[in-house]
């Protein structure tokens, strides 16, 4: 079901009108606190708050800096008001706790979440799309044609045409956790935690046409931007796979520590920044030589997002209302600010 606001079109004539925003923008959904702080990068500031998102968690936004789509951990039967999860449960718990088994999933989902389409410059509200089970992270494609999110608990992913608002709904495997599209946006790849793969999805077709193998776990990755190369964080055995997607294969792993999650590529694309959060580290792996350094970040960090331009990285933690700015190239501390809950899925507008 959706709940219309205005439509693209017109949101889109009224964002033209307007001035450009400051570039670049960091935004962090605040799911606890119900809504997305807006921070201006050039200053580490937070300059606006879009409200009224009851468990935001997944974030993304369009290739053209002009939309937010933002997935909701929120779950009401069809029709009804909102349940959200426990404040003192995470995410990846909640969506553990309720995962649906093939047997009892049926031909529908039991509960539906809220994905709200909103302007990046203000907040405002395009529209909403209604998608099966809680939604734990989000993507757009390239090309700005869909956006994507997952829903752990359901065992699939929901795919938002951006034009015609309608859903598709494709069953991924277990407990699928993160998402990248291929550079051309012909190609969806998911990492299903609970199967130690990636599935690999056409969007031409919206059908998983394989699976590759993964260490234990696999949650957040990476794609290189070539699209040659995909990154993948293996939560359980605390290593990162490196896969040449070319032949599906896994070309080098990297040990990093315990419980990973928030992933990114440096800038230059030499390296990539790894959150360690249960060993209270962020870690740099160099993709030349292999090497792994680390600096302590704790308490535990959580999610990772590098931001063009600038030379920084913004790391969350999962136990304090904090954002850590840190340095690419020696992972030092650059500066901190708090925020009004738990930083969850980030996006960058340049």
Request: hydrophobic share 40%; charged share 15%; glycine share 8%.
């Amino acid at each position: 079901m959706f709940t219309k606001s205005l439509t693209l079109a017109g949101a889109l004539a009224t964002f033209l009108a307007t001035s450009a925003l400051a570039q670049p923008m960091v935004y962090i959904p605040v799911g606890n606190a119900g809504k997305i702080q807006v921070v201006d990068a050039a200053t580490g500031e937070i300059t606006n708050e879009f409200t009224g998102l009851e468990a935001v968690h997944g974030l993304a936004a369009t290739p053209d800096g002009q939309f937010l789509i933002a997935g909701s951990f929120s779950e009401r039967e069809p029709g009804a008001e909102a349940v959200p999860k426990p404040e003192a449960m995470s995410a990846e718990d909640h969506a553990v706790h309720h995962a649906a088994s093939e047997e009892n999933a049926g031909d529908g989902p039991a509960m539906v979440s809220p994905v709200s389409i909103l302007r990046a410059d203000n907040g405002e509200l395009v529209r909403t799309v209604d998608v099966p089970g809680a939604v734990h992270h989000a993507t757009v494609s390239p090309d700005g044609r869909f956006a994507a999110l997952t829903q752990p608990a359901y065992g699939a992913v929901s795919v938002i045409d951006l034009q015609t608002y309608e859903v598709n709904t494709i069953k991924t495997g277990s407990l699928p956790n993160y998402m990248a599209f291929g550079p051309d946006s012909a190609t969806l790849y998911v990492s299903n935690a609970g199967d130690n793969n990636i599935a690999v999805i056409s969007t031409q077709h919206w059908m998983v046409q394989k699976t590759i193998t993964t260490g234990a776990a696999p949650e957040h990755m990476v794609l290189s931007p070539d699209g040659a190369m995909l990154y993948v964080n293996n939560n359980d055995d605390g290593t990162v796979s490196a896969i040449a997607l070319a032949t599906g294969a896994v070309v080098d792993t990297y040990p990093i520590g315990e419980r990973l999650h928030g992933l990114d590529l440096s800038e230059d694309g030499s390296a990539l920044l790894v959150a360690e959060r249960d060993g209270d580290n962020v870690a740099m792996v160099d993709l030349a030589s292999g090497e792994v350094s680390k600096q302590a970040m704790g308490p535990s960090p959580y999610h990772l997002t590098t931001i063009p331009g600038t030379g920084l990285a913004y790391v969350s933690s999962s136990d304090e209302a904090v954002m850590k700015i840190i340095r690419q190239d020696d992972l030092s501390l650059v500066s901190q600010f708090e925020i009004d809950d738990v930083g969850h899925q980030m996006t960058v507008i340049e």
